[in-house]
């Protein structure tokens, strides 16, 4: 079975603090997709990252960074030097082939509150 | 392109009213989604589809259909509303591979009385 968990359902910090969210997946599959997308207080889902199981590259966007480590099933998110605008919550998603569609889990998501 | 478009964006009804949600998306995309989002759960499948003229179930689909007539084009239907069904409906669509990102409507947030 497919699941994703975000243990962390919300936390607060102050701004320019670093921030790490959470996310661990299960999976018996050898071949997945992990992916990382941010709903701003407007609603709307915001893709910001795909990982496939076959890269364990750490990837750095600006701010923002992945840390993907298999051994702990783990897609970890990290805001550095966090802004007002990254208030919003962050859901983490796992997309598994071999099925007839692309069918997606989400992890129940953690709401990022970023205080001046 | 506007990419993903949800329409209405809020809606009230009352309890045993019909509405239909649409969702268009200028993509070409062949899959598309209608997912649910409550507090704490995150978004739940309700039905989806593989192509024009297809249909399927997801994890939650009772008290909904859909139909998907064009490719561009997929409708939420609830016949009989209830309290319960109050949510935020996100629609998605996605090329036809797994490894592919799912792209979102803005939503439209359904409140039943």
């Known amino acids: 079975a497919q699941k994703v968990t975000q243990a962390q359902t919300e936390i607060s910090v102050v701004e320019k603090e670093d921030v790490t969210l959470d996310c661990v997946y299960e999976t018996r599959d050898t071949t997945y997709y992990l992916f990382w997308y941010k709903q701003p207080p407007s609603g709307e889902l915001v893709f910001l990252i795909r990982?496939?199981?076959?890269?364990?590259q750490n990837e750095i966007s600006g701010r923002y960074s992945w840390n993907f480590q298999k051994s702990t099933s783990s897609f970890n998110f990290t805001i550095t030097a966090s802004q007002v605008v990254d208030s919003a919550v962050y859901f983490c998603a796992l997309s598994v082939p071999g099925y007839n569609f692309n069918k997606f889990y989400f992890g129940s998501g953690t709401k990022l509150n970023v205080k001046p | 392109n506007a990419g993903v478009t949800q329409t209405p964006k809020f809606r009230v009804l009352k309890t045993g009213q019909s509405m239909t949600l649409l969702c268009a998306q200028d993509?070409?995309?062949?899959?598309m989604y209608w997912y649910r989002q409550d507090p704490g759960m995150g978004l739940r499948l309700i039905h989806y589809s593989v192509g024009e003229g297809t249909t399927a179930k997801g994890e939650v689909p009772d008290g909904y259909n859909v139909s998907r007539l064009k490719k561009q084009n997929f409708l939420l239907g609830l016949e009989s509303a209830a309290p319960s069904q109050t949510s935020v409906y996100f629609c998605a669509s996605s090329w036809a591979v797994s490894y592919n990102e799912q792209f979102f409507g803005p939503g439209t947030r359904l409140t039943v009385l």
């Open positions: 990982r496939n199981s076959f890269d364990e």
């Open positions: 993509m070409n995309h062949e899959y």
